[in-house]
């Protein structure tokens, strides 16, 4: 049996990884100008992250409807009290769709942002103009990117959290599929405090590694136009698979 290809490809992923662990070092060092550092940090939290709120909104206001209905659907029982419907959709939007669920779709939105811009500037050699200058590029460009994001996601988090539960006292409302006392008694029964914090947490990692991995991507880019499109969906790729990898390891440190 052949195992060059699987060696290769072993070898491969060995010099990636090594490659992106050295990418970091470059990210993670002090910047030369602090106020500098500070407003692109800043605009990066405008572009990433308060620009991404109304997709989030949406997004959760539907999930959330979604939920409840199928909660309702699928638990309908005398043996199961009927506040079951809001604290089943509240513990399933703090576990998994406002963190894991909600940053799958961000490493769509802002991971191929990200890759796509970082992409072109090195295409464009503007990159190779702020080495020659002598300028971390690296530092420059993805720091204010990584910290931005990071800083903001929390919020990102809070307003997914918010709206899918609003979603599903919109179908309590406008529909009489269960009531909206009990949908809001379930919401309140049994709350764990811990479940909001470990949403939160697991979010951080998450908007870390889009971050990182998308700036990654872009900033190895070697070609032109073709090669930024690749490299934005290697970035999306890529980005899911670690969020999903993470997802696991986290769940298991946090709730066991």
Known sequence: MNFQPQKMLLINSISTFGKYCLFLGQIFRRPNRWNVFFKRTVFEITKLGVDSIPLVIIISLFIGSVIAIQMQLNISSPLIPAYSVGLATRDIVLLEFSNS??????AGKVGSNIASEIGTMRVTEQIDALDIMGVNSANFLVLPKVIGFIFFMPVLVAFCIGTSLLGGFLVAIFTDLFPVS???????????EWYVWYGFIKSLFFAFIIATISSFCGYYVKGGALEVGKASTDAVVTS??????????????LLQ
């Open 182 to 192: 009990r949908y809001i008694y379930g919401i309140q029964a049994l709350f764990n």
């Open 240 to 253: 899911s698979i670690m969020i999903l990898l993470m997802d696991v390891i986290l769940t298991k440190l």
């Open 101 to 106: 669920i909600l940053c799958l779709i961000l």
